[in-house]
Nanobody
Framework: QVQLVESGGGLVQPGGSLRLSCTAS????????MGWYRQAPGKERELVAD???????NYADSVKGRFTISRDNAKNTVYLQMISLKPEDTAVYYC??????????????WGQGTQVTVSS
């Protein structure tokens, strides 16, 4: 089985910073895309940022210039560095990864989510 475990959420004041981490474990042959999504109360889940195994990144317009996604392929870990946080960034953040176990078609796995709250 494959598991994604996130960490790093919490409460931060507007203008503050947080760093989220997510590590994939289990029987993993390869990981193509790793990314972060978020879901605020009453809203649909949305893509925040993703990164391919070659390093190509993609960001939502709302976070460009404030969030940076990176990954450590040797550790099967993806990070999301968030600066200049705003109240509208408040949401549950979910890690996702497109993983192949070697014998199957790659599929997306999800973490359990970590709460980020931006409030004074």
């Amino acid at each position: 089985q494959v598991q994604l475990v996130e960490s790093g959420g919490g409460l931060v004041q507007p203008g503050g910073s947080l760093r989220l981490s997510c590590t994939a474990s289990g029987r993993i042959f390869s990981i193509n895309v790793m990314g972060w999504y978020r879901q605020a109360p009453g809203k649909e889940r949305e893509l925040v940022a993703d990164i391919r195994n070659g390093g190509t990144t993609n960001y939502a317009d709302s976070v460009k210039g404030r969030f940076t996604i990176s990954r450590d392929n040797a550790k099967n870990t993806v990070y999301l560095q968030m600066i200049s946080l705003k109240p509208e960034d408040t949401a549950v953040y979910y890690c996702s990864a497109l993983i192949s176990q070697g014998w199957d078609v790659p599929k997306y796995y999800w973490g359990q989510g970590t709460q980020v709250t931006v409030s004074s």
